[in-house]
């Protein structure tokens, strides 16, 4: 388990310095800069050029590469080329409104997709199974923005209960933000839940096919204690994958979203950063977007290991 762990650790490093360097040179491909985007078109070429200057964008591109890298190290991304801010302090706002709505999207759609997963296999080809699996392939086929655009008309136009778009910058409270993260992680949640439970009801369905579920009923138990005790636990290890993903996905900021409801997360701050060219946000998103999926990935995992003996096993005799 330890060098199972670590060996994923010294992927993650990898992949991190990987996504920081793809983007670095995604960017640099880009015509313009951010000198550009600041002072507008109809800046000289000489206000131009002393803005670059101040910036450091007369360095060469590797330079600035490794100077950042070495200020990631040690915890400082750098300065905003836009905004002038620290962007620690700026990623650190978004992030934690992101979380706002991230954490009640992972909580009821999780708890709601497993439950609807777990019914439609047990139902298998009955009416709870043709109602649930028809609504998750319309909430798999469905683009986030129109469920988006839905939620608005029902619930900001037509019953006036949310707000339809959040008005507070990034520094707002919690306590300013609150009514308006209903309906983001209402949608986030109807996204995730669709591809939760199509995977756990088919895998639902493999497990109450298996030979010793099949014994366990044999042997007098009832359907609750067999799905509880003998086929749930198994039934997850396939799902945790797809979980991890859509975790990682929700926690990196959902950039259609954020965009729709005009709300202040990671995923705002990552299209405003592309649009002013500012590479040290874009490169610190990209680092914690890296981190988070290599974390969901090493959780889901650590916990498939915890829930079968099996790949306990198999991870010891590894290392």
């Given at each position: 388990m330890t060098l199972f762990v670590a060996r994923r650790l010294g992927a993650m490093v990898l992949t991190v310095v990987l996504a920081s360097l793809l983007v670095f040179v995604a960017l640099q491909a880009l015509p313009g800069d951010v000198a550009t985007q600041i002072l507008g078109r109809d800046a000289t070429p000489e206000a131009v050029q002393v803005l670059r200057d101040q910036l450091g964008l007369d360095q060469p591109a590797w330079r600035r590469y490794l100077e950042w890298?070495?200020?990631a190290i040690?915890?400082?991304?750098?300065?905003?080329?836009?905004?002038g801010e620290a962007v620690g302090s700026e990623l650190a706002l978004h992030l934690r409104n992101t979380l706002l709505i991230a954490v009640?999207?992972?909580?009821?759609?999780?708890?709601?997709?497993?439950v609807l997963g777990v019914v439609a296999g047990l139902y298998r080809d009955r009416?709870?199974?043709?109602?649930?699996?028809?609504a998750s392939l319309v909430g798999m086929s469905v683009p986030e923005f129109v469920v988006a655009t839905v939620l608005v008309l029902l619930f900001s136009v037509t019953i006036p209960v949310f707000p339809a778009v959040v008005l507070d910058d990034a520094d707002a409270t919690v306590g300013q933000l609150l009514p308006a993260i209903w309906l983001p992680a209402l949608a986030l949640s109807i996204a995730l839940a669709a591809y939760v439970v199509r995977m756990m009801r088919a895998s639902v369905i493999d497990v109450m096919a298996s030979e010793y579920v099949q014994t366990a009923r044999l042997r007098?138990?009832?359907?609750?204690?067999?799905?509880?005790?003998?086929?749930?636990?198994?039934a997850v290890l396939p799902t945790l994958n797809v979980i991890a993903l859509n975790v990682a996905w929700l926690v990196g900021g959902v950039v259609v979203?954020?965009?729709v409801?005009?709300?202040?997360?990671?995923?705002?701050?990552?299209?405003?950063?592309?649009?002013?060219?500012?590479l040290p946000v874009l490169q610190a998103i990209a680092v914690l977007s890296a981190v988070v999926y290599?974390?969901?990935n090493l959780a889901a995992d650590v916990a498939a290991m915890g829930l079968n003996p099996r790949l306990r096993a198999g991870g010891r005799s590894t290392a």
């Amino acid at each position: 388990m330890t060098l199972f762990v670590a060996r994923r650790l010294g992927a993650m490093v990898l992949t991190v310095v990987l996504a920081s360097l793809l983007v670095f040179v995604a960017l640099q491909a880009l015509p313009g800069d951010v000198a550009t985007q600041i002072l507008g078109r109809d800046a000289t070429p000489e206000a131009v050029q002393v803005l670059r200057d101040q910036l450091g964008l007369d360095q060469p591109a590797w330079r600035r590469y490794l100077e950042w890298v070495g200020g990631a190290i040690q915890g400082d991304f750098g300065t905003s080329l836009a905004s002038g801010e620290a962007v620690g302090s700026e990623l650190a706002l978004h992030l934690r409104n992101t979380l706002l709505i991230a954490v009640l999207a992972i909580a009821g759609g999780l708890l709601f997709s497993l439950v609807l997963g777990v019914v439609a296999g047990l139902y298998r080809d009955r009416w709870p199974d043709h109602l649930i699996s028809g609504a998750s392939l319309v909430g798999m086929s469905v683009p986030e923005f129109v469920v988006a655009t839905v939620l608005v008309l029902l619930f900001s136009v037509t019953i006036p209960v949310f707000p339809a778009v959040v008005l507070d910058d990034a520094d707002a409270t919690v306590g300013q933000l609150l009514p308006a993260i209903w309906l983001p992680a209402l949608a986030l949640s109807i996204a995730l839940a669709a591809y939760v439970v199509r995977m756990m009801r088919a895998s639902v369905i493999d497990v109450m096919a298996s030979e010793y579920v099949q014994t366990a009923r044999l042997r007098g138990l009832g359907t609750g204690r067999v799905v509880l005790r003998h086929a749930l636990p198994n039934a997850v290890l396939p799902t945790l994958n797809v979980i991890a993903l859509n975790v990682a996905w929700l926690v990196g900021g959902v950039v259609v979203v954020e965009t729709v409801f005009n709300y202040p997360g990671i995923g705002t701050l990552m299209i405003d950063a592309v649009y002013d060219r500012d590479l040290p946000v874009l490169q610190a998103i990209a680092v914690l977007s890296a981190v988070v999926y290599a974390l969901c990935n090493l959780a889901a995992d650590v916990a498939a290991m915890g829930l079968n003996p099996r790949l306990r096993a198999g991870g010891r005799s590894t290392a």
